[in-house]
């Protein structure tokens, strides 16, 4: 079971949505689209799903040119962060409601129904209409009905959004498992790095409209190809500091470090994640003035000032800085990469060459 994109793109009144693209999805994989708000996620699984008709390219289904075919023909199944019921009807019937469509026998809707709203924790609502649920409990229900289905590909655009945290980490580990069993091609949307990762399989992200990069999750995050990709795919975006490669070594001005074998001299950009900047040593100094410091609880979010340049630091513990403030950041080595000044990967980090 394949789902390929050949050169597909749309363009609505002049306006570039999709620039040309090309993607093959193979049944049975988890494949993720991360991107910020507008960046094409939702108009690509609408091209993928037959919604919308592309302005160039074809979308073929295990071979077979599907371009001009209605969704309504296709076994496609599409859940929304804005959840979609029917009122009227139970929780049982709407989730029902796709199997009787199918002509599926009363035992089989009925074993179908009760197994995926065990799964999503409805069985004590199954009597009740959607609108004496609450939000959580409304996306559930559209979701299991997007499951029982059995379609062979299963759009999700940010379904868990409204969803409790516990509910969401649940039904992270859960979904992939439905679908890898049931050999479907799970395409799920996120503007959420953390919840990428957390999913697995394969990620394409994007950014206005076009596939930085495609490839397993892991990769992606860890080698992205270049600062575009990097920063889509680290919350907060990844940092960024100009520097020169000259005689083995990295200079940042302040401070220098070894630079990775065979590297040849010239500028580059030097980036890092939030996560690798930490309050204590060891690692390479840097002088900023706090603009920000943002507590969660267990963790702060510093925003800070080096030389001009804008950073993000997420520090273990309470941080209660005062705007202005001078402090001194280190910066481990091993997770610096470097890409050249078209934005290009010169070298990953070394810890990701070395997982």
Same mark, same amino acid.
């Given at each position: 079971?394949?789902?390929?994109?050949?050169?597909?793109?749309?363009?609505?009144?002049?306006?570039?949505?999709?620039?040309?693209?090309?993607?093959? #999805?193979?049944? @049975?994989?988890?494949? $993720? !689209? %991360?991107?910020?708000? =507008?960046?094409?996620?939702?108009?690509?699984? +609408?091209?993928?799903?037959?919604?919308?008709?592309?302005?160039?390219?074809?979308?073929?289904?295990?071979?077979?040119?599907?371009?001009?075919?209605?969704?309504?023909?296709?076994?496609?199944?599409?859940?929304?962060?804005?959840?979609?019921?029917?009122?009227?009807?139970?929780?049982?019937?709407?989730?029902?409601?796709?199997?009787?469509?199918?002509?599926?026998?009363?035992?089989?809707?009925?074993?179908?129904?009760?197994?995926?709203?065990?799964?999503?924790?409805?069985?004590?609502?199954?009597?009740?209409?959607?609108?004496?649920?609450?939000?959580?409990?409304?996306?559930?229900?559209?979701?299991?009905?997007? #499951?029982?289905? @059995?379609?062979?590909? $299963? !759009? %999700?655009?940010?379904? =868990?959004?409204?969803?409790?945290?516990?509910? +969401?980490?649940?039904?992270?580990?859960?979904?992939?498992?439905?679908?890898?069993?049931?050999?479907?091609?799970?395409?799920?949307?996120?503007?959420?790095?953390?919840?990428?990762?957390?999913?697995?399989?394969?990620?394409?992200?994007?950014?206005?409209?076009?596939?930085?990069?495609?490839?397993?999750?892991?990769?992606?995050?860890?080698?992205?190809?270049?600062?575009?990709?990097?920063?889509?795919?680290?919350?907060?975006?990844?940092?960024?500091?100009?520097?020169?490669?000259?005689?083995?070594?990295?200079?940042?001005?302040?401070?220098?470090?070894?630079?990775?074998?065979?590297?040849?001299?010239?500028?580059?950009?030097?980036?890092?994640?939030?996560?690798? !900047?930490?309050?204590?040593?060891?690692?390479?100094?840097?002088?900023?003035?706090?603009?920000?410091?943002?507590?969660?609880?267990?963790?702060?979010?510093?925003?800070?000032?080096?030389?001009?340049?804008?950073?993000?630091?997420?520090?273990?513990?309470?941080?209660?800085?005062?705007?202005?403030?001078?402090?001194?950041?280190?910066?481990?080595?091993?997770?610096?990469?470097?890409?050249?000044?078209?934005?290009?990967?010169?070298?990953?980090?070394?810890?990701?060459?070395?997982?």
């Amino acid at each position: 079971m394949t789902l390929e994109l050949q050169g597909v793109g749309r363009v609505v009144e002049g306006r570039v949505h999709i620039h040309p693209t090309d993607l093959v #999805l193979q049944g @049975g994989t988890m494949n $993720v !689209l %991360l991107g910020p708000t =507008l960046s094409g996620k939702t108009s690509l699984m +609408r091209l993928m799903a037959g919604l919308d008709k592309p302005s160039a390219g074809r979308v073929l289904w295990n071979g077979q040119d599907v371009t001009g075919q209605r969704v309504q023909d296709r076994q496609v199944a599409m859940v929304y962060q804005q959840f979609i019921n029917y009122p009227a009807m139970s929780v049982y019937d709407n989730i029902a409601s796709p199997l009787r469509i199918a002509g599926a026998s009363k035992a089989e809707i009925d074993r179908r129904v009760k197994a995926v709203a065990e799964m999503l924790k409805l069985t004590p609502m199954l009597t009740r209409k959607p609108l004496e649920l609450s939000g959580g409990q409304q996306q559930r229900c559209a979701l299991a009905r997007a #499951l029982v289905k @059995g379609a062979e590909l $299963v !759009l %999700l655009d940010e379904p =868990l959004a409204n969803l409790d945290y516990k509910l +969401r980490e649940e039904l992270r580990v859960e979904i992939p498992k439905i679908f890898e069993a049931s050999g479907a091609i799970f395409v799920y949307a996120t503007t959420e790095p953390e919840e990428a990762l957390l999913l697995g399989g394969n990620t394409a992200t994007l950014h206005q409209g076009r596939i930085t990069q495609f490839g397993p999750t892991p990769q992606v995050y860890r080698q992205p190809q270049d600062a575009l990709t990097a920063r889509v795919f680290s919350d907060p975006p990844m940092n960024f500091l100009p520097c020169q490669v000259s005689g083995g070594e990295i200079d940042f001005g302040s401070t220098r470090t070894k630079a990775p074998e065979g590297l040849p001299n010239g500028r580059y950009q030097a980036g890092f994640r939030a996560n690798h !900047l930490s309050l204590h040593g060891p690692g390479l100094p840097f002088a900023c003035k706090v603009k920000v410091t943002e507590i969660t609880g267990s963790e702060s979010f510093l925003h800070l000032d080096h030389q001009g340049e804008p950073w993000v630091g997420l520090v273990h513990g309470v941080q209660d800085m005062p705007p202005g403030m001078d402090v001194t950041v280190h910066l481990d080595p091993a997770y610096i990469y470097l890409f050249d000044t078209e934005g290009r990967l010169a070298a990953p980090a070394p810890y990701a060459r070395a997982a």
